[in-house]
């Protein structure tokens, strides 16, 4: 099981607020925690994103992360809606 650890306070707030609010947000979460690189359409971004990870946590809400295997750490990076891409 990985962990979750946002980058910043500002990431670490949404990532709350998500949680709190959302019951299928804390489920995918879950599911994300135990095959970050299969669960909830993960997928690996290419462009200025390239190395980064992207998963659909429910109606327009995304999550950008990157996959620490050896300190089973998944960092967030952005979580919101689909213009956390720009």
Known sequence: MYTFIAINRRVDKDYKYYLKVRQDVRDKLKRIAEDPRNACGAHKLHGHL????????GSNIRMI???????????IAKIGQHTIYG
């Not at 390239?50 to 946590?57: E, F, N, T, V």
């Not at 996959?67 to 998944?74: N, T």
């Open 50 to 57: 390239d190395g980064k990870w992207s998963c659909w946590l």
């Open 65 to 75: 992360y990157e996959i620490d295997d050896e300190r089973k750490a998944i960092f």
